[in-house]
């Protein structure tokens, strides 16, 4: 069961930075462990430049990345997911989508750095504090003995990941 590769869907209303952010992330700590997607539920239809500028300077492959539409994984065609995660931030009013099916599921929020304004530095620096708390989320949740966790206990830990690491650490 170990050899098991956990397809995990991670969720935002425009899939432009923060689901973008942590698909590429999850690649890159989970390889072999994990598989990752990202949609968005009013996808921007593009990346953002200063997401893969950020994924870029971390040395986090880009390749494939592209901004699409959640209704993507709900076909017949598309991959079982073992996971989805929200990380649109409810705090800026965002309207989260919600995953329907078996999966299993958690919130995650992050605050929008597509929303940021001031100056380059200020939206370089909010783009960072999301990229540091997705890499401190998607982290521990690799970290998991997924195999070990079931039902009630797995969810407990998810929810609590998306607890921990917030960004006053950041």
Sequence with gaps: MSDKIYNVLFLCTSNSARSILAEAILDEVGKGRFRAFSAGSQPAGQVSPSALELLQRHR??????????????AGPDAPHLDFVFTVC???????????????????????????AVGSADEIQRAFSQAFMLLHRRISLFASLPLAKLEGQVLKRELDQIGQSASTQEA
């Excluded at 986090?60 to 994984?73: A, H, Q, V």
């Excluded at 931030?89 to 929303?115: F, I, L, R, S």
């Design 60 to 73: 986090i492959s880009t390749e494939g990345l592209r901004s699409k539409d959640w209704n993507e994984f």
């Design 89 to 115: 931030d409810k705090a800026a009013g965002e309207a989260c989508p919600v995953w329907p099916g078996q999966p299993m599921t958690a919130h995650w929020g992050v605050e929008d750095p597509v929303a």
